[in-house]
């Protein structure tokens, strides 16, 4: 794989089923191939805050014998131009176009994190931040989060549910849950984007207004009634995304949303997900985070399986 920015990326590389076998592979046996990457460097740019990617994605790359360079852009680094044919009198000091070309210089393969600005929905929905950085980095990209999807989240996602299915088709709900802030749609479209592809029966569930992109969830059953997607789900995956229609717009924080126990006894003993950090008591009961259901912890943990199936594939890619 040159990129991996979504699923795309692994079904037309490795495939699917090869890429989730290689990842249960390396769940049971991390230190399987710690050569692989000696003497390849991967730099992690982070435009936007993060915990889980930051450090498992380190993780991974330990893993493969790789070292690892992570910069956090305006903080430790300058602040980046990302626009086109701009007078720079503004705040930003340097260029996408330099900064990703310089730290091609310097790593085999580059991890960029961009979150939607949430302003206009066409700059984010081209992913004009990260589009910039494989145009003119010249080695491979990863996207640790970009505008529209967070494919390294969804493949541990699946991961996850692959690992805990007590049937060979589980029925998934993706149910949106309110939240103070506007958040992007990133995790949702990917988690559908990646559902779709899977062999399990997959419910999306939110307000009127809250329709996610349809090129993300075409062929996916949608309801407005969340306790009737709960019965007999196997798997619940909570999450907050601000309006795609009124875009980055905030149309309900009905509280009526947040998953509860007394949801969760409507559904066939579901494991709850979420990809983390989570507003308790907003997104999710107490009861229900802290409860048996909760599989949140082995969900950020398969974060390092799926970077390191990812980063294996690229290594072997950049071998040829
Ligand atoms: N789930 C996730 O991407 O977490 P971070 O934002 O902490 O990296």
Known sequence: MRRFTSIADIVSGPGLASALTDALTLKAEPWRYPEVGRRKTLGLLFMNPSLRTRMSTQKAATLLGMDTMVLNAGSDSWTLETRDGVIMEGGATEHIKEAAAVMGQYCDILGIRTFAGLQDRDADYNERILESFI??????????????????????????IETL????????????????????????????????????????????????????????????????????????????????????????????????????????????????????????????????????????????????????????????
């Open 135 to 160: 145009r003119y980095a010249g080695v491979p990209v990863v996207s640790l989060e970009s505008a529209t999807r967070h494919p390294l989240q969804s493949f541990a996602d699946l991961i996850t």
């Open 165 to 320: 299915k007590r049937k060979p088709r589980p029925k998934v709900v993706l149910t949106w849950a309110p939240h103070p802030k506007a958040l992007p749609q990133a995790v949702a479209n990917s988690f559908s984007e990646w559902m779709m592809q899977a062999d399990v029966d997959f419910i999306i569930t939110h307000p009127d207004g809250y329709d996610l992109a349809p090129s993300f969830t075409q062929g996916a059953v949608v309801t407005h009634d969340q306790r009737a997607a709960f019965e007999g789900a196997d798997f619940i995956y909570a999450k907050n995304w601000s309006s795609y229609t009124d875009y980055g717009q905030i149309l309900s924080k009905d509280m009526d949303w947040t998953v509860t126990a007394e949801k969760m006894r409507l559904t066939n003993d579901a494991r709850f997900m979420h990809c983390l950090p989570v507003r308790r008591n907003m997104i999710v009961a107490d009861e229900v985070l802290d409860g048996p259901w909760s599989v949140v912890i082995e969900q950020a943990a398969n974060r390092v399986v799926s970077a390191q199936t990812m980063l294996l594939h690229m290594l072997r890619e950049l071998a040829r």
